[in-house]
């Protein structure tokens, strides 16, 4: 495919602060049970299969035109013919492999920068699990998709039954379904087409600005009670220093009707409760380490804004940022602080009309994205002190090969300043939670995971 596509500035900012210790690409792990009467080299023609499929469509067949120039000069070009035997890779656990090896190897794949000069994305089938299950962890650069477009690319590979599921290539070979989505991926038109494309997008920046300031002074002064949270009101943390390349990567499970019970029981939304259980977690974990600061931490949480029909890829996300009650000792008083703090935000965003909000993302990231680019993250006061975020993914069992999809666990990315991030997905009625976390500044993380769980009890006993 000839042509060349340019990139919008958020995207384009993910590769201008990628580096060794910081790698900007997101990824996720699905595991698999295999039918009970699969071949014992079921593994091994899958892994052949997934590499027979030569044949990518976007955004797995984009790459950098010019890979030195990513930081100052970003545009995509296309590959025709990648190099399967690097994108896509075959490992294994010792048999009989748990949860604990699964999450090392895991930890290592996705601490390793990806390779600029090639479509930024690697796949790897790994088999061993005990319980007769396989695992495919997929890992695809930021700049090119966010968690609600990735999840949607891996929707599409998956099939409703076994047998249909055979009949469906991988993620990669998988063309957009729809034209809306097949247009956003096409080269860029005619230069007269595209002088007229930016003039309109100008006008409508230029609508939307009195809107745009009245937004962010609204936000720097707290809003009209000072509940507003607003960038660099968090309290300094030990998540929130320098860090390098190397990842931990644990997992929950808990299930979903019973977290939305919980929430209308409290008058919140599942978001809140979410909110609550990593709060709650994280203030016994840094109280424990004696690194709880007096002062609540703050969150920032990814918003989607891609319409429910777009199928296009890229990133279409805003940020609200809240409060996590990490100060206050009572439980339901937790509770009611998150509940009110994502309340108001949510209120704020939504008083934006919809072509000021990436203008607004990036207004507001700016600090962040200026402290990793400038290389003064972690030296600073953060823009926030945790990263949570919750992805809508399917809600019945999905199938890939034959096999039944048991849990998709999301890994998200880390940056200086922010050395933990915890992102769910829902699948056929389970939260998946995924705790990345940085190996050096957080040495016990699976504690943290299995608070989350101690605090679903405690929320249980609590709303009785």
């Not at 704020?348 to 993302?361: E, F, G, M, N, W």
């Not at 990231?365 to 953060?382: D, E, F, N």
């Not at 200086?416 to 976390?437: E, M, P, R």
Request: charge should be positive.
């Amino acid at each position: 495919m000839a042509g060349t596509k340019s990139l919008n500035p958020l995207d384009a900012s993910w590769l201008a602060v990628d580096s060794i210790d910081t790698p900007m690409h997101v990824g996720s792990l699905l595991i698999f049970q295999v039918p009970d009467d699969a071949p014992e080299d079921f593994a091994a023609k899958l892994f052949a299969s997934l590499k027979s499929h030569t044949e990518a469509h976007p955004p797995w067949n984009l790459k950098l035109k010019s890979p030195s120039l990513r930081r100052v000069l970003p545009v995509w070009t296309y590959e025709d013919d990648l190099d399967m035997d690097y994108h896509v890779r075959h490992s294994a656990l010792p048999k009989p492999g748990g949860e604990r090896q699964l999450g090392v190897l895991v930890s290592r794949l996705h601490g390793r920068q990806l390779d600029f000069t090639r479509p930024l994305w690697e796949s790897t089938l790994i088999e061993g699990l005990e319980g007769n299950r396989i695992a495919l962890y997929t890992k695809m650069h930021h700049s090119l998709v966010d968690g609600i477009s990735g999840m949607r690319m891996l929707q599409r590979a998956l099939g409703e039954t076994p047998a249909a599921s055979k009949k469906q290539p991988p993620p990669w070979a998988n063309p957009p379904p729809d034209k809306k989505a097949r247009d956003e991926q096409e080269p860029a038109p005619i230069p007269e087409g595209a002088l007229s494309s930016v003039v309109t997008g100008l006008k409508k920046q230029a609508q939307s600005m009195p809107e745009l300031g009245r937004a962010l002074t609204r936000l720097m002064r707290g809003g009209d009670n000072k509940d507003l949270i607003a960038p660099f009101a968090a309290p300094v943390s030990v998540l929130n220093h320098r860090i390098t390349g190397a990842r931990r990567f644990a997992t929950q499970q808990y299930d979903l009707a019973k977290l939305k019970a919980l929430a209308k029981k409290a008058d919140a939304t599942l978001n809140d409760v979410v909110l609550w259980l990593c709060g709650t977690a994280l203030r016994r974990f840094l109280k424990e380490a004696h690194h709880l600061p007096g002062r609540s931490l703050t969150s920032g949480i990814p918003v989607n804004v891609r319409p429910a029909d777009d199928q296009g890829h890229g990133t279409a996300i805003s940020f609200i940022m809240a409060m996590l009650g990490t100060d206050i000792a009572d439980p339901k008083k937790r509770l009611k602080a998150i509940t009110h703090s994502t309340r108001v935000a949510k209120d704020h965003l939504q008083s934006l009309p919809r072509s000021a909000l990436t203008q607004y993302t990036m207004l507001v990231m700016a600090p962040y994205i200026l402290s990793l680019v400038t290389g003064i993250g972690g030296r600073t006061r953060p823009v926030f002190n945790v990263t949570i975020s919750n992805v809508p993914g399917p809600d019945k069992p999905l199938y890939f090969y034959g096999a039944r999809l048991e849990a998709m666990y999301p890994l998200s990315l880390l940056a200086h300043g922010g050395a933990l991030n915890i992102t769910c997905v829902s699948y056929d009625g389970k939260l998946n939670f995924g705790f990345t976390g940085a190996r050096d500044t957080l040495p016990h993380m699976q504690r943290l995971a299995v608070y989350t769980g101690e605090a679903l009890e405690e929320l249980e006993k609590v709303l009785g």
